[in-house]
């Protein structure tokens, strides 16, 4: 009943008063309506002042009208007790006064009050009751068969306990209310800790619907508490950690432990993109109420842990990129101590060869072969030093670019001519397609060469004899493509992630072991970053390797920009894909 109770939704005190209210004077009102056919049945034909005695017991259900509707609940119970005692004064008044049998209800006027905890109304209710006492003493005259002793006992009898009801009201509303003001205070402290926390407390039944939740929650996801009732938190947990937020409140609800739980929960935002927080959520059961039949319920402490996460995120990185950097260094140490001691053993060799010529008696050709391998190992090692410098000052900064206009086609046919030798050593095919249209660049010519030259070396480094090397080059938009594709061993799936880190090399089916630091790709990828281009890799495995670069007509305006970003790997464009193909692209 307490939905229509204006007032008493979020007071059980309030709400029960009202329900023995109603209770009381829909009993007397009902009970009025159903005797009245049997009085008259009984007496038949009433007298006036039956009928209006009678009417007057329905005024009761007018109470409960009034109540219902305005919630005012001392004035219904004042209104309440001057009906009886206008009842009583009536029936008193035609049947001896003090005498009459309605005499003792005035006791009853100053009794009922006791529930309302109110002072000023039993104060209010007692005088009533003892104005009407008088009001029948003077007015009324005391019937002849009465003795005047025992008019002065009636009238004596009324009067005290009529006052012993008004006592009793008191000592009961003392009580009631030092009990309504522990409540008040204990709420207030609870409402102070509940509004001043930074953690959000809730109470939800078993299937997650929240019952009660405290204010800070509309910090937490930005929107009032109210609208966060019912099944509404539920439906801002992110839709892959639901399951698990049911799981822990179940767990909760059905043992004794407290269970805790990280989940995502969507924050309002003004924000075009759906904002999701970090919540730690601890859980723990509680019983219900069993006088009404409540079940289980859970008390849940929420709390922000958004900055923790990212925290723990940032150490998380941070030690990756420390035992990525430490591997770097281990790999750095072991490729370049193989790389450089390899031609420094030839170039000593050699020399001490050279040194004892007359002793071991060289002929001419002999000479020639030991000079070529030791200018062979010079170049070698002269290459590994410059890769190394090359990328030390791209990943510094310092790597200067001076940009020119200058048409691209001559260069790249010149890095042809250069590998072309390299190639048919090797017994490779090296293909050029140069279209005819290219456009000027605004770009180093230097820098694209070593692109060109780096990835062309690749491919034939990593191409089987009797494979093939092609060279594409042409203008897209605003962009000139560079593509160079091998039929080699391809690249596995695990090393495509790693591609084109420093000292690098992804391994083959074939085991073979391939000549170099690994850091050929990287200054690639590092040279065409600082030209605001990007590169993209697509391979399968024995099948070959494609590697294409995009570059803007003029690199000068992305210059800046490019040398402040770190180069990251993004998913491959659909561009010139197969089924079956492994892809990697590459922001450089």
């Given at each position: 009943?307490?939905?229509?109770?204006?007032?008493?939704?979020?007071?059980?005190?309030?709400?029960?008063?009202?329900?023995?209210?109603?209770?009381?004077?829909?009993?007397?009102?009902?009970?009025?309506?159903?005797?009245?056919?049997?009085?008259?049945?009984?007496?038949?034909?009433?007298?006036?002042?039956?009928?209006?005695?009678?009417?007057?017991?329905?005024?009761?259900?007018?109470?409960?009208?009034?109540?219902?509707?305005?919630?005012?609940?001392?004035?219904?119970?004042?209104?309440?007790?001057?009906?009886?005692?206008?009842?009583?004064?009536?029936?008193?008044?035609?049947?001896?006064?003090?005498?009459?049998?309605?005499?003792p209800w005035i006791v009853v006027i100053a009794l009922e009050a006791s529930l309302s905890a109110s002072r000023r109304l039993i104060a209010a209710t007692i005088a009533i009751a003892l104005f009407t006492a008088a009001a029948l003493w003077f007015l009324v005259p005391v019937p002849a068969s009465a003795a005047f002793g025992h008019a002065w006992l009636s009238i004596a009898g009324v009067a005290?306990?009529?006052?012993?009801?008004?006592?009793?009201?008191?000592?009961?509303?003392?009580?009631?209310?030092?009990?309504?003001?522990?409540?008040?205070?204990?709420?207030?402290?609870?409402?102070?800790?509940?509004?001043?926390?930074?953690?959000?407390?809730?109470?939800?039944?078993?299937?997650?619907?929240?019952?009660?939740?405290?204010?800070?929650?509309?910090?937490?996801?930005?929107?009032?508490?109210?609208?966060?009732?019912?099944?509404?938190?539920?439906?801002?947990?992110?839709?892959?950690?639901?399951?698990?937020?049911?799981?822990?409140?179940?767990?909760?609800?059905?043992?004794?432990?407290?269970?805790?739980?990280?989940?995502?929960?969507?924050?309002?935002?003004?924000?075009?993109?759906?904002?999701?927080?970090?919540?730690?959520?601890?859980?723990?059961?509680?019983?219900?109420?069993?006088?009404?039949?409540?079940?289980?319920?859970?008390?849940?402490?929420?709390?922000?842990?958004?900055?923790?996460?990212?925290?723990?995120?940032?150490?998380?990185?941070?030690?990756?990129?420390?035992?990525?950097?430490?591997?770097?260094?281990?790999?750095?140490?072991?490729?370049?101590?193989?790389?450089?001691?390899?031609?420094?053993?030839?170039?000593?060799?050699?020399?001490?060869?050279?040194?004892?010529?007359?002793?071991?008696?060289?002929?001419?050709?002999?000479?020639?072969?030991?000079?070529?391998?030791?200018?062979?190992?010079?170049?070698?090692?002269?290459?590994?030093?410059?890769?190394?410098?090359?990328?030390?000052?791209?990943?510094?900064?310092?790597?200067?670019?001076?940009?020119?206009?200058?048409?691209?086609?001559?260069?790249?046919?010149?890095?042809?001519?250069?590998?072309?030798?390299?190639?048919?050593?090797?017994?490779?095919?090296?293909?050029?397609?140069?279209?005819?249209?290219?456009?000027?660049?605004?770009?180093?010519?230097?820098?694209?060469?070593?692109?060109?030259?780096?990835?062309?070396?690749?491919?034939?480094?990593?191409?089987?004899?009797?494979?093939?090397?092609?060279?594409?080059?042409?203008?897209?938009?605003?962009?000139?493509?560079?593509?160079?594709?091998?039929?080699?061993?391809?690249?596995?799936?695990?090393?495509?992630?790693?591609?084109?880190?420093?000292?690098?090399?992804?391994?083959?089916?074939?085991?073979?072991?391939?000549?170099?630091?690994?850091?050929?790709?990287?200054?690639?990828?590092?040279?065409?970053?600082?030209?605001?281009?990007?590169?993209?890799?697509?391979?399968?495995?024995?099948?070959?390797?494609?590697?294409?670069?995009?570059?803007?007509?003029?690199?000068?305006?992305?210059?800046?920009?490019?040398?402040?970003?770190?180069?990251?790997?993004?998913?491959?464009?659909?561009?010139?894909?197969?089924?079956?193909?492994?892809?990697?692209?590459k922001s450089a």
């Amino acid at each position: 009943m307490r939905w229509f109770i204006p007032g008493a939704r979020q007071d059980s005190l309030t709400a029960a008063r009202h329900r023995a209210f109603f209770a009381t004077r829909l009993f007397v009102g009902l009970s009025a309506i159903s005797v009245f056919p049997l009085y008259l049945a009984w007496r038949g034909v009433p007298s006036p002042l039956e009928v209006f005695a009678l009417g007057w017991m329905l005024t009761p259900l007018v109470l409960v009208w009034y109540l219902s509707k305005s919630g005012e609940y001392e004035r219904a119970q004042l209104l309440s007790a001057c009906a009886l005692a206008i009842l009583i004064a009536l029936i008193g008044a035609v049947t001896g006064g003090l005498a009459s049998f309605a005499a003792p209800w005035i006791v009853v006027i100053a009794l009922e009050a006791s529930l309302s905890a109110s002072r000023r109304l039993i104060a209010a209710t007692i005088a009533i009751a003892l104005f009407t006492a008088a009001a029948l003493w003077f007015l009324v005259p005391v019937p002849a068969s009465a003795a005047f002793g025992h008019a002065w006992l009636s009238i004596a009898g009324v009067a005290t306990a009529a006052l012993y009801a008004g006592g009793i009201a008191l000592a009961n509303s003392a009580f009631l209310r030092e009990g309504q003001l522990a409540k008040l205070a204990s709420e207030a402290r609870y409402k102070l800790l509940a509004q001043n926390m930074s953690d959000v407390i809730a109470r939800h039944g078993r299937d997650g619907a929240i019952t009660f939740i405290s204010p800070a929650a509309e910090h937490l996801a930005r929107v009032p508490a109210a609208a966060l009732l019912g099944h509404r938190l539920f439906d801002r947990v992110h839709l892959a950690d639901r399951p698990a937020f049911l799981t822990a409140i179940s767990d909760a609800a059905r043992t004794s432990t407290p269970v805790s739980l990280e989940f995502r929960l969507h924050r309002e935002s003004h924000a075009s993109a759906p904002e999701f927080i970090w919540v730690e959520m601890r859980s723990h059961g509680i019983d219900g109420d069993t006088r009404v039949g409540e079940a289980r319920q859970v008390v849940s402490v929420f709390r922000d842990i958004t900055t923790r996460k990212a925290d723990s995120l940032a150490v998380e990185t941070a030690r990756s990129e420390a035992e990525r950097a430490n591997d770097a260094k281990s790999k750095f140490l072991a490729t370049v101590s193989h790389e450089l001691r390899t031609p420094l053993n030839a170039i000593i060799g050699f020399s001490e060869m050279l040194a004892r010529e007359d002793e071991i008696q060289l002929d001419a050709a002999r000479r020639q072969d030991y000079a070529r391998l030791i200018r062979d190992s010079g170049e070698h090692l002269l290459a590994v030093v410059n890769g190394i410098l090359d990328m030390s000052r791209i990943e510094a900064g310092h790597f200067e670019i001076v940009t020119e206009p200058f048409a691209v086609k001559p260069l790249v046919e010149s890095c042809r001519n250069m590998m072309s030798l390299r190639a048919e050593q090797a017994g490779i095919q090296l293909f050029t397609d140069i279209a005819s249209d290219l456009p000027e660049i605004n770009a180093d010519p230097r820098a694209l060469r070593q692109v060109v030259i780096n990835l062309v070396s690749n491919a034939i480094k990593f191409t089987e004899r009797g494979g093939k090397v092609d060279v594409l080059a042409r203008a897209r938009g605003s962009e000139i493509e560079l593509i160079v594709s091998d039929t080699g061993v391809g690249i596995p799936e695990s090393d495509l992630a790693r591609l084109g880190d420093p000292f690098f090399q992804g391994r083959s089916t074939y085991d073979r072991t391939y000549e170099g630091t690994g850091l050929g790709l990287s200054v690639v990828m590092g040279l065409v970053k600082l030209h605001g281009g990007t590169v993209e890799i697509e391979s399968r495995l024995s099948r070959g390797t494609k590697v294409l670069v995009r570059l803007p007509l003029d690199c000068q305006p992305n210059m800046k920009a490019a040398a402040n970003n770190q180069i990251t790997k993004f998913p491959q464009r659909p561009a010139f894909a197969g089924r079956d193909e492994t892809k990697v692209r590459k922001s450089a």
